[in-house]
């Protein structure tokens, strides 16, 4: 009896900070910014992810995230998508069956200036979703990030 309240004790501790931990990581993620912008202006890592971007996305998903007849619109996307979906998506590809039109999001697990930057090319992206940054290539914070000749 004695015992069994004791194991019931450390069960509730346990779960309670189990509870704890997760609300805390949660609050983390929803408040952090992937991306620096100041005065319309963004870090270089941001501004390597709309390089990124332009590089390997763009020919289907179009200039600056915004989408195109062929694939969707990403702005868009990550009004609800989370980074983990985003990047596994990226990394996975998908096929969209059961169209008229097969859309093919191929697997970029192979490509390096892509998988090495995702985290650029998510930051660009989220900063476009967000609407803190518009459309066209944008302008590098220089200053603080990148010294004087950023
Ligand atoms: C060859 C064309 C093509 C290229 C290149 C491409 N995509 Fe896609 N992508 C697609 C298509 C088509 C879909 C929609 C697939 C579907 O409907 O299942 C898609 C879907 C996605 C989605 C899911 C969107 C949603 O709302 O569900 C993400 C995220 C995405 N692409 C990111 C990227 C990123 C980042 C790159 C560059 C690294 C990229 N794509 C390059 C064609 C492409």
Sequence with gaps: MILGLRGRCVGLALLSLAVGVSAAAADQGQNQKPYIVKDGKVDKNTYNGWRRYTESCMRCH????????YAPDLTQSLKTMSEDTFKSTVMGGRVNVGQANENVMPSFAEVEDVTMYLDDIYAYLKARSDGVIGRGRPQK?????????G
């Excluded at 914070?141 to 000749?149: D, I, Q, V």
């Design 62 to 69: 179009g200039p600056d995230g915004s989408g195109s007849s």
């Design 141 to 149: 914070l220089t200053a603080m990030n990148e010294g004087p000749h």
